[in-house]
């Protein structure tokens, strides 16, 4: 123990093969104006690679002051959940989660830690632009994060990435959550705490393809409006009561004007229409039983979601004295 601060770094890394140790070098230079100090620790989670990232990573070797932890997951879980096994493993009193991919500049670091000292307990990294963005994600993007404000109760700021840095007592209540279908960052910004923004343009991918396909980010944006938010499991229950009350004002109207006052307006309403009205009224109640029957699923879902979210192989440490430890 040398008396200060201990810094955790979270890299996620799933096929990163050619970029790799490029990043590790470049982080640990960039790293190392900070060892002076703070002790530092590299957490780097496979996240199941499929190439020949796991064997560049096990042959990364850790400079002076700067220890790095390798923590093997038995399969591909994605990135949320290979980031909760970096913020779970964190022995820092703070955690710096960054792309292992060289988008979230290293420059930047140094703004969180200077943020972070003056008192934020969240450090959140937004950006600026993304040069090479493609039009599906920009604007999907964008959508989301109306869609999300407007119907949870957690304010996400548009742009807001994983580049992040949150304090120990976050570290410790992000634990104790426990939910499978989870997005990092949207977790943490439930939490609350202090926040403070650090704003960068994100660097293009210098090697490889994204790993986020047009699929995963569509699933992992349905997964943050299940986990954070009911009102998908309620839609159907509102549009029942919707078509319900249609069906009930038409059938009045219909009732009143044809059959009470003898069609004065002339509408001569066919005995389909009235079918129609009837067909109306009969889904509205079908689909608001259904989403009756989704809040309780919602109940059941929160109860049950309590299976481990991710399962690790093996953990590696190295220390920059070169000790290797296995647990
Ligand atoms: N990643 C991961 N598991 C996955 C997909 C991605 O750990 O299933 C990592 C990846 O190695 C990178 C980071 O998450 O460090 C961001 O991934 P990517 O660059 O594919 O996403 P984008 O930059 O488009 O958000
Ligand atoms: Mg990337």
Redesign the pocket.
């Known amino acids: 123990m040398t008396g200060l601060k201990t810094l955790s770094i979270i890299?996620?890394?799933?096929n990163?093969q050619d970029g790799i140790e490029w990043f590790h070098k470049e982080l640990c230079l960039s790293l190392k104006k900070f060892i002076k100090c703070y002790e530092i620790e590299i957490i780097y989670?496979n996240?199941g690679s499929s190439d020949g990232s796991l064997s560049k990573l096990q042959s990364l070797q850790p400079s002076n002051g700067i220890n790095i932890k390798l923590i093997d997951l038995s399969r591909?879980f994605?990135?949320e959940a290979?980031l909760s096994a970096g913020i779970a493993n964190a022995s820092g009193d703070a955690a710096l989660t960054i792309?292992?991919?060289g988008?979230h500049p290293f420059k930047q670091i140094s703004k969180f830690l200077k943020k972070w000292e003056d008192g934020a307990e969240v450090v959140v990294g937004v950006r600026r632009t993304n040069k090479k963005e493609g039009i599906v994600k920009k604007y999907g993007s964008k959508i989301f994060y109306k869609l999300f404000n407007k119907l949870t109760n957690t304010t996400l700021i548009p742009g807001s990435t994983d580049f992040r840095l949150i304090d120990r007592k976050v570290i410790d209540e992000f634990i104790k959550l426990e939910e499978r279908n989870r997005i990092t960052r949207g977790l943490i910004d439930w939490l609350g705490f202090n926040r403070e923004y650090v704003y960068f343009d994100a660097n293009e991918?210098q090697f490889g393809t994204?790993?986020?396909t047009f699929k995963k980010l569509a699933e992992l944006a349905v997964n943050t409006f299940v986990s954070l938010s009911a009102v998908p499991l309620f839609m159907s229950g509102y549009i029942g009561v919707l078509f319900i009350f249609l069906s009930l004002a038409s059938s009045l109207f219909i009732f009143i004007e044809q059959f009470l006052l003898g069609d004065p307006m002339h509408i001569a309403i066919s005995g389909s229409a009235i079918l129609g009205f009837l067909t109306l009224f009969l889904i509205g109640i079908v689909l608001t039983a259904q989403g009756l029957m989704g809040v309780y699923i919602s109940r059941l879902l929160a109860e049950g979601q309590n299976r481990p979210l991710y399962v690790i192989r093996k953990e590696t440490e190295v220390n920059s004295n070169l000790n290797s430890s296995i647990k």
């Open positions: 890299s996620p890394v799933y990163e989670i996240d591909n994605g990135k290979a792309d292992s991919d988008q991918r994204a790993g986020y």
